[in-house]
């Protein structure tokens, strides 16, 4: 089997989907289904990058739209849910009443900014379009901040991995090695940050529960 990131898989991929594969996997992970969307989008960069195959302007129109759609049609099914479906069923896509109460506390405190800087989270971008619905985040709030998330989350990324992969080819030897390294290890770095202040914030929701009676009913 090959590898999703090996460069025979990904030909065969995009020469039978193009780009509507990348739009569709970005939507369904907006939507909360976890599924590596985020990876994705670098690694078609960096296909764009490597072989010129695609073209980087389709793959970033696929990514922004894919964000925007998914996170809409995310608030609608939490809007349709609500908070106390949310806590019945969430468990089944990995959002447990720990997460649940998490994002509740962060729209608590933070508003719509959580909707844009959601985006860089990987596990808050999979369920901020469902607790946005779910708490009534007036809908058109909701829309300007996502589809500013969206623009510079996928559109951003996307540009960024195709640059690395360009400023990579030009380079060969010990430094193409050491310039991936480094890369490698910022990413390590950011993915312990943010692990590390979901479980932080996790402790100041269970805690901020305990006097707010809105948070106290999504206590498990």
Known sequence: MHSVFSIDFLT??????????????????????????????????LFCATTHKLQIEGVMIAGVTGA?????????????????????????????????????????????????FGRFIAILRMFVALLAGAIRMPWHTFLFYNALGGIFWAGGYTLCAYMLGNEILRLSGWIAIGFGVV????????????????KRLTEEAMQAAQQDEQLKALLP
């Open 68 to 116: 925007i759609m998914g996170d809409n049609f995310g608030y609608l099914i939490g809007h349709g849910l609500g908070l106390h479906m949310l806590g019945k069923h969430g468990p089944k896509v990995g959002l447990t009443p720990q997460r649940l109460l998490l994002g509740r506390y962060i729209f608590l405190r933070h508003g719509g900014s959580v909707v844009f």
């Open 183 to 198: 890369a490698c290890a910022v990413i390590l770095a950011l993915l312990i940050f943010f692990k590390r202040n979901e």
């Open 12 to 45: 065969n991929l995009f020469s039978h989907y193009g780009y509507g594969v990348i739009g569709v996997v970005v939507m369904l992970e907006s939507m909360g289904l976890p599924l590596p969307a985020e990876s994705l989008l670098i690694t078609s960069a």
